[in-house]
């Protein structure tokens, strides 16, 4: 069996770090037929031992990719990941999703912490590993029912398994000589020392009982934590020094300012009477420190956190609220006072103690992982059938927040329309497409409001040349005398989309009169895609109106630009009509695959599908939709950018494969259409999806760090094009097939 660990690794001081190394050493070493490796999150140069076979730099979004192609390539049978929040890149540690949806054995996580209380990023990431895992292990019973109550995991995939702790010897009097603190009362606390960890309760509670107890110490065993010290240095520590000056507790006091091994932690363990976790937070799932001490024999008095409430029930401990120093205090001399009742607290913790030693814990994991080794992946899978009903319901939600009588802002800050922005030509002409669109399919009555206020913008925006300005501020200025190419093309699509669609004779008059005043310009065109988009529009054109031989010359002329970029760009292995693969690039090869249908041209449709064929074969990967991102885009011979995604390019997609699906009827296509959309919801390099159910947007991308959370006009309008698209497709495939 060949087991691949993903996690922080000794000697970083860190305590997933130390769970990980315990947990390889309590797999029988002594069986050769088991072979451990660690994939090491390595934040900075560390000397490992022989474990560790590869290093990730946990800000490196590419390090995770490549992680996993060396994990599949050495083919391990099974994947343990270590999960907590902080240790991974991206956001919310967003990184390792790209991971682990690489790989092709199963999956065994561990969570080190489950927040009740996550942010939208939390809880999208961790259902997501959840979906993949094939096993989750927590380590208290409440973690339970927080996995299953807030992010719907389902109990069959879930199994408690205690924190596993060392075997102590239980021999005090030894130990506490070894401290050379013989017939000394030891309160012990220890761990990384940070403000959440409640010291200064301790230090409050002292006084009281030093005076009943003089011989009593209380030790506080761990350096800072290493974010606090690059944040704030020893400010808590020396905080909490000048509360043991103030208080006179000097010689009650003593700091060990070191990363303990596991040798020297039992000794401090073995030696304490009682142990103390006094931390101020309620939301701790899992404490390494807590069950070494339980393990430890230690009578344990703790702040009632999650963990601790679990752990310390049935004599284990005892609990006392939060911060309250005067409740600890009469706990702390009650004990002294009594010790029959501390001994009985110590026999309880060594009982349970007994049977999660890691010896034990790792007979556990031990036939867990073999009977991993042996099952294959399974992955969600979705019924053909089902599919139509199982999209998310068309709703006008968001666009409408973004629209008012002049027409659609363009940009948001998250869900909230972003006025300072304004409008453009561009996304009123989508908006213009998507209102079309839904009629087309819905016969929705109040989306006829909808089309007059798009199109009335197109209108105001139109120039007497029959140019267009594109963008406009809020106070209906606009800010540049002619728009983009792009946008003028974009202008022509959602016109030229009119002709067939218009629920007014109406519209349909201002449509072409605006079509026609434009016309002129087709030719003038120098962007490819600007050539592609009016392409588009006249190809919806000419559906209604097929014999206006004049028109259909001009798409040719047109078609045949991209044709000569084409030539100019394309050669054995680059089949591509410019040097790079931007942004929107399936539009081109789409514009020209929509034009065959009017033109009888065996070199253009030849070009279009050379074209199709060659995107294809870069932006469908494992079989699903890896677009290219707009950091440097995707140059010939260079590596191709996988951030920012954007779903502009989703929605060209969407299209392309649609129409190749309806030229050739091959099911592949039809496939990988859904394939394409399905990027919104989750089909994507970080696995998250981008459309967001509650307020009905689309966010804008995908990100090195993460999701773009704000959801502009651009990206919901491309999410309802491409969403109509695939709904109108397969409503008319499932129907011809009953």
Same mark, same amino acid.
């Given at each position: ?15 997933i770090a130390t769970f990980t190394n315990d947990l390889i050493q309590s797999i029988d070493p ?94 999208? #990431? ?22 299953? &109550? ?10 408690? #398994? ?7 010897? /239980? ?36 006084? +009281? ?19 606090? %010290? ?79 409430? $679990? ?7 005892i609990l006392f609220d939060f911060k309250n120093h005067k409740e600890l205090k009469n706990i702390?001399?009650?004990? /002294? ?9 110590? $026999? ?19 036939? %867990? ?57 561009? $996304? ?42 594109n963008f406009m501020n809020f106070q209906n200025e606009f800010l540049e005398e002619t728009g ?28 072409? &009169? ?60 680059? +089949? ?16 020209? %695959? ?6 009888? $041209?065996? &070199? ?123 709904? &109108? ?10």
């Amino acid at each position: 069996m060949k087991i691949a660990y993903i996690s922080t690794y000794l000697p970083k001081q860190c305590g997933i770090a130390t769970f990980t190394n315990d947990l390889i050493q309590s797999i029988d070493p002594q069986d050769s037929s088991i072979t451990q490796h660690v994939i090491a999150l390595s934040d900075q140069p560390y000397a490992y031992s022989e474990e560790v076979v590869f290093e990730i730099n946990p800000q490196q979004q590419l390090d995770y990719i490549k992680a996993a192609d060396f994990i599949n390539e050495n083919k391990y049978d099974c994947v343990v990941l270590e999960h907590e929040f902080g240790i991974f890149g991206g956001n919310s540690g967003v990184y390792i999703l790209s991971l682990i949806n690489q790989l092709h054995m199963p999956l065994l996580v561990n969570l080190h912490t489950i927040l009740e209380k996550p942010n939208i990023d939390e809880r999208a #990431i961790l259902i997501e590993i959840a979906k993949r895992a094939s096993i989750i292990v927590v380590m208290s019973k409440y973690a339970i029912n927080l996995l299953q &109550k807030i992010y719907h995991v389902h109990e069959d995939k879930i199994r408690l #398994i205690p924190h596993g702790v060392p075997a102590f010897n /239980f021999q005090q009097e030894l130990a506490k000589e070894k401290l050379k603190l013989a017939h000394k009362k030891i309160i012990l606390t220890f761990g990384f020392i940070a403000r959440n960890k409640g010291i200064e309760t301790v230090i409050q509670a002292l006084p +009281k009982v030093v005076q009943e107890y003089p011989d009593t110490l209380y030790l506080i065993v761990g350096k800072t934590h290493p974010n606090v %010290l690059k944040e704030s240095g020893e400010e808590y520590r020396e905080y909490l020094m000048g509360m043991i000056k103030e208080k006179h507790l000097e010689d009650h006091i003593v700091f060990v300012n070191e990363f303990v091994n596991n040798e020297d932690l039992a000794t401090y363990l073995t030696a304490c009477d009682i142990y103390i976790t006094p931390y101020i937070n309620e939301a701790q799932i899992t404490s390494g420190t807590l069950s070494f001490a339980v393990g430890a024999g230690a009578a344990v008095i703790s702040t009632p956190y999650w963990h601790a409430k $679990d752990l310390l029930s049935d004599g284990r401990g005892i609990l006392f609220d939060f911060k309250n120093h005067k409740e600890l205090k009469n706990i702390l001399i009650d004990l /002294f006072d009594n010790p029959k009742k501390l001994e009985y607290l110590r $026999d309880n913790a060594r009982q349970h103690g007994e049977k999660t030693t890691w010896k034990k814990i790792g007979v556990t994991y031990t036939h %867990l992982l073999q009977k991993l080794s042996s099952t294959q992946i399974i992955r969600d899978s979705k019924l053909k059938t089902s599919r139509l009903h199982n999209l998310p319901k068309f709703r006008w939600d968001h666009l409408d927040r973004l629209t008012n009588q002049v027409g659609i802002i363009q940009h948001a800050t998250f869900a909230t329309p972003n006025y300072r922005e304004g409008y453009c030509l561009d $996304d009123n002409a989508r908006a213009l497409l998507v209102s079309l669109m839904q009629y087309d399919v819905f016969k929705e009555k109040a989306t006829k409001k909808r089309i007059s206020t798009y199109l009335n913008y197109i209108y105001y925006a139109q120039r007497e040349d029959g140019l267009f300005h594109n963008f406009m501020n809020f106070q209906n200025e606009f800010l540049e005398e002619t728009g983009s190419e792009d946008s003028f093309g974009r202008a022509i699509w959602a016109l030229g989309y009119l002709f067939n669609t218009a629920p007014f004779v109406d519209f349909y008059q201002l449509g072409s &009169k605006m079509f026609f005043k434009a016309l002129p310009h087709f030719e003038q065109l120098k962007s490819i895609r600007a050539i592609a988009y009016t392409m588009l529009g006249i190809a919806e054109y000419l559906k209604q109106q097929p014999n206006d031989e004049g028109v259909t010359e001009l798409l040719r002329r047109l078609a045949l630009k991209l044709v000569h970029e084409y030539e100019a760009s394309a050669d054995e292995d680059w +089949k591509w009509f410019e040097p790079v693969l931007a942004y929107d690039n399936a539009i081109i090869p789409l514009a020209i %695959l929509m034009s065959t249908k009017f033109l009888n $041209d065996d &070199k253009i449709k030849n070009i279009g599908f050379t074209s199709f064929y060659f995107l294809e074969s870069i932006i469908m990967q494992n079989g699903f939709l890896s677009i290219i991102g707009n950091q440097k885009w995707a140059k010939q011979n260079q590596n191709i950018s996988k951030f920012g995604q954007q779903p502009i390019d989703v929605t060209s997609t969407v299209l392309l494969f649609r129409e190749v699906y309806e030229i050739t009827k091959d099911e592949a296509y039809f496939e990988k259409m859904i394939r394409s959309f399905e990027w919104f919801l989750g089909e994507n390099d970080l696995k998250l999806p981008l459309y967001d159910p509650h307020t009905k947007g689309c966010c804008d991308g995908l990100e090195t760090y993460g999701i773009n959370r704000n959801q502009g006009a651009e990206s919901t309008l491309c999410y309802f094009i491409s969403y109509i698209t695939i709904y &109108k497709t397969m409503k008319i495939k499932y129907q011809a097939e009953e």
